[in-house]
């Protein structure tokens, strides 16, 4: 399957939906994907600022947006929430229908705006118990300068075996060879951060859920328990989930916020 190309309405489509602009699909291998986006998510502002512009010159804008990337604001289930995103998303477009923009309008009536400075990306994977793996994409100093000490503080206990074992084996080879070692980790660990607190993640069974951009760890747990009331997080900044009545009818919403639905690795 070919990635989805975008789809440009017919000029009598662009009036006053102008500027909500919808997903209708998304690439295989395209940005989009990567952000964890989905169809039907409503893309409402760049950088704060509220689209009001057609599907073509959205697209052609993002291209602009390389080194420092856009923050998309995105309605989705009636919420809305913040993403970062260097480029042409690799979606097919639509322009929103007159409910979606009266939800939209309601979502956005007295949302706070924040500097674009203040927001972190974040990566949310969770498993089948609706437990969070909750992290930020940013780089970490310590990660470089202390490797050993980092995988202790994110208590990847796998990687942290292997690297105490490999620092063991170096000093004991030859000093030199420790120092070399050492270096060489440093290096790595500097560029693969993220992708080894992911890869740690999906080891222990946990699956993609929602990449977003927050402020705060506290705000970033905030906003996933607006999608997920039910989800739970190690260092909780939010307390415990509300207990429901365990006589809820089947259908009812703490039923129904099912994370299975989740996304599967790509």
Request: aromatic letters at 12%; a negative charge; charged letters at 25%.
């Amino acid at each position: 399957m070919a990635d989805a190309a975008l789809e440009t309405p017919d000029a009598q489509e662009i009036g006053e939906n102008a500027g909500l602009i919808g997903i209708l699909a998304i690439g295989r291998h395209s940005l989009g994907r990567d952000l964890r986006l989905k169809a039907e998510d409503v893309i409402t502002a760049i950088d704060g600022e509220p689209i009001t512009y057609d599907v073509d010159k959205f697209d052609n804008l993002l291209r602009d947006y390389k080194d420092l990337p856009a923050l998309l604001t995105i309605f989705r289930d009636g919420k809305l929430f913040d993403v970062f995103a260097n480029g042409p998303l690799g979606c097919s477009y639509k322009y929103a229908d007159e409910p979606t923009i009266m939800a939209v309008n309601s979502a956005m009536q007295g949302r706070e705006k924040k500097p674009k400075g203040s927001y972190y990306q974040y990566e949310a994977l969770r498993n089948i118990h609706r437990e969070v793996k909750l992290y930020s994409t940013r780089y970490e100093p310590m990660a470089t300068i202390l490797p050993a000490f980092w995988l202790l503080y994110r208590r990847m206990w796998e990687p942290l075996g292997v690297v105490v074992i490999t620092y063991a084996i170096a000093l004991f080879i030859q000093p030199a060879l420790f120092v070399l070692v050492y270096l060489l980790l440093s290096v790595y660990f500097h560029k693969a951060q993220t992708d080894l607190v992911r890869s740690h993640c999906l080891y222990h069974e946990y699956y993609y859920w929602m990449i977003f951009a927050a402020s705060s760890t506290k705000e970033a747990q905030q906003l996933l328990r607006v999608f997920d009331s039910k989800c739970q997080f190690e260092f909780s900044h939010v307390g415990p989930p509300e207990k429901t009545d365990s006589k809820a009818p089947a259908n009812s919403p703490a039923q129904t916020d099912n994370p299975a639905q989740a996304d599967s690795p790509a």
